[in-house]
C-alpha cells in the first residue's frame, strides 16, 4: 500500500524559505511521477512541481519557477520541495501526489495522480 508522508510545513515571514519532505513507501518509484500540489483557501488545488522518479526531469508552474525547487533522494525514497523567497500568495495546504503513468504530458493535472498525502500546512506572514 501506498503512503505518501508530507512534513516540513510551518509558519514563515515573507521572503523566507521552508523545505518540505514527502516520505514515499510501499511501492517501488523509479517509473512514477511525483509531484506537489497547493490548496489555498476557498480556491481549487493547484499544480506546483513535479519530477521524473527515475531521470529526475521537472517541471513547474510559472508562479513559482525560480523559486522553488523539486528534487528526489532515491536512497531515502523522499521528495523534497525547497522554497525560497516566499510570499503571502504561496500560503496553502500543500499535498505531495505520485502517478504511476510516469513522466508525461499530464505531470501538471492532478486527475493523472493515484496517491496523495495529508498534506501540510504552510503560511506566509506579510
Known amino acids: 500500500q501506498v503512503q505518501l508522508v508530507e512534513s516540513g510545513g510551518g509558519l514563515v515571514q515573507a521572503g523566507g524559505s521552508l523545505r518540505l519532505s514527502c516520505a514515499a513507501s510501499?511501492?517501488?518509484?523509479?517509473?512514477?511521477?511525483m509531484g506537489w500540489f497547493r490548496q489555498s483557501l476557498g480556491k481549487e488545488r493547484e499544480f506546483v512541481a513535479a519530477?521524473?522518479?527515475?531521470?529526475?526531469?521537472?517541471v513547474y508552474a510559472d508562479s513559482v519557477k525560480d523559486r522553488f525547487t523539486i528534487s528526489r533522494d532515491k536512497v531515502k525514497n523522499t521528495v523534497y520541495l525547497q522554497m525560497n523567497s516566499l510570499k503571502p500568495e504561496d500560503t496553502a495546504v500543500y499535498y505531495c501526489a505520485a502517478e504511476s503513468g510516469g513522466w508525461g504530458p499530464g505531470v501538471e493535472a492532478e486527475e493523472e495522480y493515484d496517491y496523495w498525502g495529508q498534506g501540510t500546512q504552510v503560511t506566509v506572514l506579510s
Open positions: 510501499g511501492r517501488t518509484f523509479s517509473s512514477y511521477a
Open positions: 519530477i521524473s522518479w527515475s531521470r529526475g526531469s521537472t
